[in-house]
Nanobody, 118 residues
C-alpha cells in the first residue's frame, strides 16, 4: 500500500488549495479514505472521510463548509479542496486509508505541508 500526497504549499487567508493523494497497492474503491491534520504543536486531528464510491462523506465540525473531500476511483486519487479562511488551517495534512468500513486507519501517507499566512 502506498499513499502519496501532493499539492501543499503557502496560501494566503481566503485563498484556496487542492491537495491530492495518489493511492496504489490496493483496490482503491474498496476502502473508506480520510484526511488527517497535525497542526504545529498539536496532535493528530481527523478531518474528513469518504466512502468507497464517493457517495457518502463525513466532516469534523471545524472544517464543515470550508473543506471538501472527493475521490476519483478511475485515477486512484483522493482530493481535499481547502478554502483556507484562517491560519488555523496550517499544518501537515495526511491522506489515510481506513480499515473495513469506516474503520481504524491502517495506512498513512507521508503528509504534505500547508501554511496559511499573509
Amino acid at each position: 500500500v502506498q499513499l502519496v500526497e501532493s499539492g501543499g504549499g503557502l496560501v494566503q487567508p481566503g485563498g484556496s488549495l487542492r491537495l491530492s493523494c495518489a493511492a496504489s497497492g490496493f483496490t482503491f474503491s474498496m476502502n473508506y479514505m480520510s484526511w488527517v491534520r497535525q497542526a504545529p504543536g498539536r496532535g493528530l486531528e481527523w478531518l474528513l472521510v469518504i466512502n468507497g464510491d464517493g457517495g457518502r462523506t463525513n466532516y469534523e465540525d471545524s472544517v464543515r463548509g470550508g473543506f471538501t473531500i472527493s475521490r476519483n476511483t478511475a485515477k486512484n486519487t483522493l482530493y481535499l479542496q481547502m478554502n483556507s479562511r484562517n491560519p488555523r488551517n496550517t499544518g501537515l495534512y495526511y491522506c489515510a486509508r481506513n480499515g473495513t468500513g469506516w474503520g481504524k486507519i491502517n495506512y498513512w501517507g507521508q503528509g504534505t505541508q500547508v501554511t496559511v499566512s499573509s
